[in-house]
């Protein structure tokens, strides 16, 4: 904007000017405020606590509105003892022979003496599952003269997994494993055939236990337990004592004598408790 002032005499015109910011000036500087106040807002929106649904809402004047929620975090485990109700056995047969298809001839018609066995002890064929079967060559490495190892024979081997479930004819079984065939027993395990009622129980006993701890934590500092914010389990699987397996050679019709013992079926939860005052 241009003005001009009065005409005096004797005195040139001054003229006075005034810069107008051009719009896209305006535009930009505009924004920027906006942007600024924005940003404020956001700032002032992101400093409220986070709220859980469901959840009272915390007073302005309560402790953890201004500091981070205090939390407690226990351990806790339960652990359940149950007979065993069925047996795992490992065995099978292994033949050496002086060539791989001899070899494997010989453990067949050992393994047919196994099988039947088992049929006859009563044990169903989905409780019978091959764990393994293989054939290696055997070496002989007594050469000193720098030659390579020697071929000798090869060793075939057959593993069953046999599940038996009436453990008074557990010894009687693993008997007739040797008697038809078999020459290797490598693993006797006991547990229970539907585990879940017990693992159940000691989950039960490992969240009781953590939560009595949590409330006692809790009174000897002046807070209370408000809710639960995190469960972690760890299941420790079950555990067993060793079997034992005595052979009986007083008459032949006295059967290996084992002991089944108990199982034991424990799990670990890992709490985490808010507290409030």
Do not use: C, W
Not at 2 to 11: E, I, K, N
Not at 133 to 157: E, F, H, I, M
Not at 165 to 183: C, E, K, S, W
Not at 231 to 245: L, R, V
């Amino acid at each position: 904007m241009v003005t001009a002032s009065p005409d005096l005499p004797g005195r040139k015109r001054r003229q006075m000017t005034m810069k107008i910011p051009a719009p896209r000036t305006l535009l930009a500087s505009g924004a920027m405020i906006g942007l600024v106040a924005g940003g404020a807002a956001i700032a002032q929106q992101s400093a409220q606590p986070a709220q859980m649904p469901g959840e009272h809402p915390v007073p302005s004047d309560h402790a953890n509105s201004i500091q981070p929620e205090t939390t407690l975090s226990v351990s806790a485990s339960g652990e359940v003892s149950r007979a065993p109700d069925i047996a795992t056995i490992t065995a099978g047969v292994q033949t050496d022979a002086d060539t791989a298809s001899a070899a494997m001839s010989q453990n067949a018609s050992a393994m047919d003496g196994v099988y039947n066995a088992l049929e006859e002890a009563g044990v169903a064929a989905r409780d019978m599952q091959t764990s393994n079967l293989s054939l290696q060559p055997r070496y002989d490495y007594s050469n000193n003269d720098g030659q390579p190892p020697r071929v000798t024979g090869y060793t075939a081997s057959n593993q069953l997994s046999v599940t038996v479930r009436d453990l008074d004819n557990l010894g009687r079984t693993m008997d007739a494993i040797v008697q038809q065939g078999g020459n290797t027993i490598s693993g006797l395990q006991f547990s229970l055939d539907d585990p879940s009622e017990a693992r159940n129980e000691a989950r039960r006993q490992a969240i009781q236990t953590a939560v009595k701890r949590a409330n006692l934590y809790a009174q000897e500092t002046g807070y209370r337990v408000a809710r639960i914010v995190t469960i972690n389990e760890q299941s420790g699987g079950y555990q067993g004592p060793q079997p034992m397996m005595m052979a009986r050679a007083e008459s032949a019709d006295t059967s290996t004598r084992v002991s089944s013992g108990e199982v034991n079926y424990s799990v670990t939860v890992d709490v985490t408790f808010e507290l409030r005052k």
